[in-house]
C-alpha cells in the first residue's frame, strides 16, 4: 500500500511539472494567457518573479488546499 502511493504522489508531483512547463511555454511563445493561469501570471508580474516557479508553486497551494478539503470530507462521514 505504501509503495503504491509513493508512486501517486511521483507521478502527480511529475505531472505537476510538466503542466508548469506546457503553461510556461505558452505564455512565452505570445499565444497569450488562459484564464485558468491569469492568477499566476498576474503575481509573477507583480513581484517579478519567474513565471514557471510561480505557476508551480500556485498549483501546488492549490494540491494542499484540496487534500485539507478531503481530509475534512472524509472526518464528516466518518462520523
Known amino acids: 500500500m505504501k509503495k503504491q502511493v509513493f508512486y501517486r504522489i511521483l507521478f502527480y508531483a511529475a505531472g505537476l511539472l510538466v503542466l508548469a ?3 510556461t ?15 499566476a501570471y498576474s503575481i509573477s508580474q507583480i513581484f517579478d518573479h519567474n513565471f514557471g516557479n510561480m505557476t508551480l508553486a500556485l498549483y501546488s ?6 487534500i485539507i478539503l478531503h481530509l475534512i470530507r472524509d472526518r464528516r462521514y466518518r462520523t
Not at 25 to 39: A, E, Q
Not at 61 to 66: N, P, W
Open 21 to 23: 512547463l506546457g503553461l
Open 61 to 66: 497551494v492549490f494540491v494542499v488546499i484540496e
Open 25 to 39: 511555454l505558452n505564455t512565452k511563445t505570445g499565444l497569450g494567457v488562459s484564464p485558468i493561469i491569469s492568477v
